[in-house]
């Protein structure tokens, strides 16, 4: 009897450990399995849908979604929320919160990867096409995903399984050379199969040629940063040099189409036409959305206006969710909808821009940066259970209501776009994992500031567009630059850990003003030492899930520094010391 682990199959170890209920038989036919799938370029098609759709699932656990676990890992964010939002607070001090807490993060992005791998294994199959690029341009999202997918897990894991076939494995880590080497040789075959199309003749949502270029720069800078490396290896021997990168870079900033949209605060939610009518920042400041699909964005996981809160369907934003105020009121207008107060900005970014004279004017940090006590003064917050609060609240990604003519209040602006009314299934917002601003610096930061975009550095095109002067490029410089052009997009950790700078991460935690259940505090890290933790953790790697190590039977070796005692951070902070 002939069987396939189908593109919806539940993935729960790196190949290994399949649900039942996940295999295809070829003598149900009423059911797609090898024989029969796929054969249309429209089976094709529906296959790499199923691809990316794993991103959107594994936002069931915010918790556990790389970009909230990098948001709060960095300098730029406290834990918050409540006593019970131990998952914010311990990604925020390399600590642990649960049994299996990454299990959610593990299962979607194997999930993806074995989808990938079908993808590539069946392709040939399909005929019919409307044309031979076609064929390319989807391989080219399909690898370009498997890379990504497998680049996320080793910025959380270290090192993981590497599973590059449907074949049934019950598999080891692979070493860091092996994952990044397969890493980059999946990104140059996808910037090699993928469309030249310009933005906006692009497919919404869909991974492009632009896009891998641009995170093999990613994956380049951070691999060579990290683990000291000159190159970035492939699977076939050869090294991707920092001389190719440029060359990528290059072409995407100058053959894309992408570019920088004139006002960068236009591109978050709370300059849609429903909100800032009512929100006298985005009004005063004649600021108007550019929607998310726009110039600038480049890839993003995207959401949908019916809302769904299935494991297997999620169709909105909860990380969104997860950084909402608490206890919300009509007096937090616009950030109406009702969250968690995760990621309260740490005030040494509020005051870091505020004295930097190179920064002085920058229009960005007010359009980054909500004080509450400023903006939304009627907002009484929940004295009852915030912690770690420090009035300062990030905007790029708080949820956003919306009031009609009469002066209605809805709990999403989605609402007023075909979708839902309501605080959870409302939020709408793509999570963007890639900007064009992005691409800029990280061509600064490889060509020591060469001119490359309207006859600027990619930093000074980006200051421009912030209304500041040029400066002369140095790494100090670009530094400053990622941090607050891009603070808040899940940048800041990574960029850190490359840099050989996660001390500052102490420096500019430690010891800042609180209120934990409206009592006036210090935060403190606990008593674990975080560099102590960084480095007993190789370098800020999290903890394999639990239930991944015990199914592998040995095989599979918890990465180290995660000792039991590092396992609940509960009872190790002053506020759950009743």
Not at 192 to 213: M, Q, R
Request: charge should be negative; aromatic fraction near 12%; hydrophobic fraction near 35%.
């Amino acid at each position: 009897m002939k069987r396939l682990y189908m593109i919806f199959a539940l993935l729960v170890s790196a190949g290994v450990f399949i649900g039942c209920d996940s295999f295809l038989d070829t003598e149900n036919l009423t059911k797609k399995d090898t024989s029969n799938f796929p054969k249309s370029e429209v089976d094709a098609r529906q296959m790499v849908t199923g691809i990316y759709t794993v991103m959107n699932n594994g936002l069931t656990d915010p918790e556990s979604d790389p970009f909230f676990v990098f948001e709060l890992a960095g300098d730029d964010r406290l834990g918050g929320g409540s006593q019970s939002n131990v998952g914010a607070q311990s990604c925020d001090r390399i600590m642990n919160w649960e049994i299996s807490a990454f299990e959610r993060f593990w299962e979607t992005r194997y999930q993806g990867i074995f989808r990938a791998n079908s993808a590539i294994a069946t392709m040939d199959n399909v005929t019919g096409w409307t044309s031979e690029k076609t064929k390319d341009y989807l391989l080219s999202e399909v690898y370009f995903l498997r890379a990504f997918y497998y680049f996320q897990l080793a910025q959380v894991f270290g090192e993981v399984p590497l599973v590059v076939s449907t074949v049934a494995e019950n598999l080891p880590k692979a070493s860091a050379d092996e994952i990044y080497a397969q890493i980059a040789s999946d990104l140059k075959t996808a910037i090699e199969l993928g469309s030249t199309a310009k933005w906006p003749a692009l497919e919404v949502g869909h991974a492009t040629k632009w896009v891998a270029e641009a995170i093999m720069a990613r994956v380049w800078m951070f691999y060579t940063g990290f683990y000291k490396k000159s190159e970035l290896p492939l699977v076939d021997g050869g090294t991707v040099t920092k001389a190719q990168v440029v060359t990528w870079l290059e072409d995407c900033i100058q053959n894309s189409g992408h570019g920088l949209v004139t006002d960068q605060r236009n591109l978050w939610p709370y300059t849609n036409p429903f909100t800032a009518k009512d929100y006298p920042y985005a009004r005063d400041n004649g600021l108007v959305w550019e929607t998310d699909e726009n110039m600038e964005n480049m890839f993003a996981v995207k959401m949908s206006n019916a809302g769904s809160f299935s494991d297997n369907d999620l169709r909105h934003n909860r990380v969104v969710e997860f950084f909402g105020v608490r206890k919300s009121s009509a007096g937090a207008f616009p950030f109406t909808p009702q969250g968690y107060s995760n990621g309260p900005v740490c005030t040494a970014i509020w005051n870091d821009w505020a004295a930097d004279p190179d920064y002085a004017g920058d229009y960005r940090r007010l359009g980054s940066i909500c004080k509450r006590a400023d903006e939304i003064p009627d907002y009484a917050g929940d004295d009852k259970k915030e912690v770690e609060n420090t009035d300062l609240l990030a905007k790029k990604y708080l949820g956003c209501g919306a009031k009609d003519d009469a002066g209605t209040i809805y709990e999403s602006y989605a609402y007023f776009y075909g979708g839902d009314n309501d605080k959870q299934t409302g939020l709408t917002q793509s999570l963007v994992w890639l900007r064009f601003a992005d691409v800029l610096l990280m061509h600064s930061e490889l060509t020591d500031g060469k001119q490359i975009y309207n006859g600027k550095s990619g930093l000074n095109a980006v200051r421009q567009r912030a209304k500041l002067n040029d400066v002369a490029y140095s790494l100090e410089a670009i530094k400053k630059e990622r941090r607050y052009e891009l603070c808040f997009e899940a940048m800041r950790w990574n960029d850190l850990r490359r840099w050989g700078d996660v001390a500052v991460i102490v420096t500019n935690q430690e010891g800042n003003d609180i209120l934990n259940e409206g009592k006036a505090g210090k935060y403190t890290f606990g008593s674990h030492d975080f560099m102590e933790r960084y480095n007993a953790t190789n370098g800020g790697f999290f903890k394999i899930p639990d239930s991944q190590v015990t199914l592998s039977e040995g095989v599979l070796v918890q990465n180290d520094g995660w000792e039991e005692e590092f396992d609940h951070i509960k009872g190790d902070l002053p506020y759950f010391k009743k």
